[in-house]
């Protein structure tokens, strides 16, 4: 799968980087609008540090796949070529 790394702002309560508001990617910032799902892995089992996803809907209505490494404190996105294309 294609990540890339990006930029997110984040909404911070209960525990830092809880889930993201914003995120710039290809050279623009595109708000989330919505949470469509969430869900995580790893965390439980030494060695394997925990990895949260987010699939957020944007603003705009588009659809991506965030994804938060704890342990690297680093964001990516996973996008298919298409959808890159039209979301420019």
């Known amino acids: 799968m294609p990540y890339e790394k ?3 702002e984040c ?3 209960f525990k ?3 889930r993201p508001v914003a995120f710039t990617f290809q050279e623009r910032r ?3 609008a919505e ?5 995580y892995e790893g965390g439980l089992k030494p060695g ?3 990895v ?3 699939k957020v809907r944007t603003v705009e209505g588009n ?3 965030l994804r938060y490494l704890s342990l690297f404190d680093a964001w990516s996105i996973w996008f298919e070529e298409s959808d890159s294309e039209a979301a420019t």
């Open 30 to 32: 595109w708000e989330v």
């Open 48 to 50: 394997r540090p925990q």
């Open 16 to 18: 830092a980087n809880e």
């Open 35 to 39: 949470i469509v799902d969430r869900w």
């Open 63 to 65: 659809l991506f796949l």
């Open 11 to 13: 909404y911070s309560g």
């Open 6 to 8: 990006i930029s997110v």
């Open 52 to 54: 949260n996803y987010f």
